[in-house]
Each structure stands twice: as C-alpha cells, then as structure tokens.
C-alpha cells in the first residue's frame, strides 16, 4: 500500500476513534460522499461530520483488521470492527469501509 493511502485510513480510523472532528475533516475531500449500509447518502464534508458528531457515541472504538489498497494508492479498503456503547445497549459491528484516496 502506499504510504499515502496508508497514512489517509490510519488518519481516518484514529481521528474517529477519538471523536476528532477535525482531525477528521482534515482527511475529507470538501464533497466526500458517504454511502452507508441501507444505501443512504450524505454528500459533502460539512453533512458527513454533522453525521457523525450526531451517532458516534463518546466510547467509541474501533479495530481496525486489514487494511488493502490498490496498487497505485487511490483506493483503499478497511475491514473494521466497531465498538458502540450506548446507554440501553453495546454493539460490535463487522464493517467494511471503501476509500477514495485523492492526491492532496
């Protein structure tokens, strides 16, 4: 994998761990897209970390568990698994995230 798709997903899964909404940002294409799991879509970064701020509960974690990328470093794809602690429940979900990894 390249160092800089590499550097992207590590940026991504830390900053969100942390509930770093900046840092996050940070790694965002100003029109992100964000696909979820029911073929819902949020367009832009603004609205995703709107998202985000709004459903990732404060202890939030992740493993993240292979990380691949194609050989010119523009994608990359995460097997992760989430933990969610909500009051009423705690769930740990098998994800899978795709990336788009741009040049800047």
Do not use: C, I, K
């Not at 879509?41 to 990328?69: E, K, Q």
């Not at 050989?71 to 794809?77: H, I, L, N, Q, T």
């Amino acid at each position: 994998m390249s160092p800089s798709a590499t550097g992207v997903v590590d940026h991504y899964f830390s900053s969100l761990s942390a509930r770093d909404w900046a840092g996050l940002g940070v790694v965002l294409a100003e029109g992100v897209v964000r696909v979820g799991p029911f073929g819902d879509r949020l367009d832009g970064r603004a609205a995703y970390l709107d998202f985000l701020r709004g459903t990732v509960p404060p202890d939030y974690g992740n493993d993240v568990r292979r990380v691949v990328a194609a050989p010119d470093g523009r994608a990359a794809f995460a097997t992760v698994t989430e933990h969610l602690r909500y009051p009423e429940q705690e769930l740990h979900l098998e994800e899978a995230y795709a990336f788009e990894v741009g040049t800047d």
